[in-house]
């Protein structure tokens, strides 16, 4: 895939689809590994053409075979998850007939394309035989919406192995000048589409992980909080993450991860707290490119994920954006938002204000750094990534 990747990138740049799809050239989107599989998979490519070979991310799987897979499945994708194939036009909402003919895609392998929240069809399967499936959305569009970020500014962040961070832009695509991606942010049912800014962190919570099994430095994730407070600050030590390159705002392959600033006095808090600040530090990153895309000024954050437990990293958070970072009453916001999109469909909720009242509250941090102390820090961080670009060789 990675040479169909450089092959089309060679011919019109990386973001020759970028206006179409909101998505540059990239093996992590779907459109390419689909290409690869009808050309190298023998006879995959004529009975996809003849409708005997059906495609889907992982949403169409289930939907079709809950509904009857070979009897008679609904071969059904959303517009969130179709915006991440990389074939998606987002003004039309339908496949692009020019990407499908560059990538020899032929259209009767793809599924087609609903909205976010509607009847698809029943479920053929035991128990659940008769029941509607009604609710599609991507993970991080579904943690949006259980959210509740139904206004055009309002960002969410879910802080998982990786960071996902959404910002509802409203009922137009908005371009990214600034490494962001361009994605449809739900649609229900008839309404209008509403759209989004996502910066994805390759590497966040997989990082805590990476210091538990590979340094054994921590014997599991939560023993990371008590180890970084052993120490006031991170004594000059930065952690890069790029163990597989650079995703939002850079973009860069071959970039490769980095420990900077290390001193004799350096000891493992100091890179606890590193590996802590490092998720920190590449949010406020995406953070920034999405206000100078959107021109939008980010008034709060809405986290979730299983990292916010960690209420050193949430409070150096709200430190380093200078924002109040909130983290709701409902944690599993993706499970949530999924509820709520099929709950629409069949009017078990009310609409949108309904879903806004249901957001509540746990816990706000407020920063408490200066200005000279939180950029002089950021200023550092910015150094060390630096450090990291171009490691790998072409």
Known sequence: VAE???????????????????????????????????????????????????????????????TGGPKGGVHVTDVTNASRTQLLNLKTLDWDAEILEAFDIPRAVLP?????????????VGAIAGVPVTGILGDQQAALVGQACFRPGEVKNTYGTGCFLLMNTGERPVPSNFGLLTTV??????????????????????????????????????????????????????????FSGLYAPYWKENARGVIAGLTRYANKGHIARAVLEATAFQTREVVEAMEKDSRIELASLRVDGGMVANELLMQFQADVLDREVV????????????????????????????????????RTWKPHLTEKEREKLYRQWKKAVTRSFDWMES
């Open 112 to 124: 087609e394309v609903r909205s976010s929240s509607e009847v698809y069809g029943e479920a053929t």
């Open 327 to 362: 983290r709701p009453d409902i944690q599993e916001t993706t499970a949530l938002g999924a509820a709520y999109a099929a709950g629409m469909a069949v009017k078990f909720f009310s609409g949108l204000e309904e879903l806004r009242a249901n957001w509540a509250v746990d």
């Open 4 to 66: 169909d990747v450089a092959r089309f990138a060679s011919e019109a740049g990386q973001d020759r689809f970028r206006p179409q799809t909101g998505l540059p050239l990239s093996t992590y989107f779907s459109s390419l590994k689909l290409r690869w599989l009808l050309d190298n998979i023998p006879g995959a490519r004529e009975r996809a053409t003849g409708g005997e070979l059906l495609f889907g991310n992982i949403d169409t799987f289930l939907l079709w075979n809950l």
């Open 185 to 242: 942010a739900y649609k229900f049912g008839s309404g209008a589409a509403h759209y989004a800014l996502e910066g994805g962190v390759a590497i966040a919570g997989a990082l805590v992980q990476w210091l538990r099994d590979n340094l054994g430095i921590i014997e599991k994730s939560q023993d990371v909080e008590p180890l970084a407070r052993t120490v006031n600050d991170n004594g000059g030590v930065y952690f890069v993450p790029a």
